[in-house]
């Protein structure tokens, strides 16, 4: 399934990107079916999910801050750090940076719910199986960070 290594042109490399995007839509969607049916276990919808991976990822971090990390407006993102907080799962600190934007961090609570999910992720994730290298995801992940970089200044309402 490889193809040549010369560059396309820009008319067929539009083509082809356009096979990833009929691709990147479905799967968002099962993904994101597949998180809200498995709420129930943890309790996270996607969008509180978000917020505790990226804190998981980033450490803490302010409410603007995550709505830019995920492209999103304040105040979805405001919302889902009010679920996370009605469930404990994250917790308001002082801002040493910014006294009126407080920094937003894990609790205890909230690194267990978001450990939980990774693992559930990644028992699933090792069924995908077949003959995939470690060449072939760092070329899904070298093209998909591409097409997400022309879309980087797309401005969130």
């Known amino acids: 399934m490889k193809g040549s290594e010369t560059p396309l042109?820009?008319?067929?490399?539009?083509?082809?990107?356009?096979?990833?995007?009929?691709?990147?839509?479905?799967?968002?969607?099962?993904v994101y079916r597949k998180v809200e049916q498995d709420e129930s276990i943890e309790g996270l919808s996607v969008g509180v999910r978000a917020v505790l991976d990226l804190l998981r990822q980033h450490g803490p971090m302010t409410v603007p801050q995550l709505g830019r990390a995920q492209t999103l407006s304040r105040q979805f993102v405001q919302r889902m750090v009010n679920d996370a907080a009605a469930q404990h799962l994250v917790e308001a600190v002082a801002n040493p940076a910014h006294q009126r934007s407080s920094l937003i961090r894990l609790t205890a609570d909230g690194v267990a719910a978001i450990t939980a999910v990774h693992a559930r992720e990644h028992a699933a994730l090792r069924q995908v199986g077949g003959?995939?290298?470690?060449?072939?995801?760092?070329?899904?992940?070298?093209?998909?960070?591409?097409?997400?970089?022309?879309?980087?200044?797309?401005?969130?309402?």
């Open 131 to 157: 003959d995939l290298t470690d060449a072939d995801v760092d070329a899904c992940v070298h093209v998909l960070t591409r097409m997400l970089a022309l879309f980087d200044d797309v401005d969130v309402p």
């Open 9 to 30: 042109p820009p008319d067929q490399l539009a083509d082809r990107l356009t096979e990833v995007f009929d691709l990147v839509g479905p799967l968002y969607r099962r």
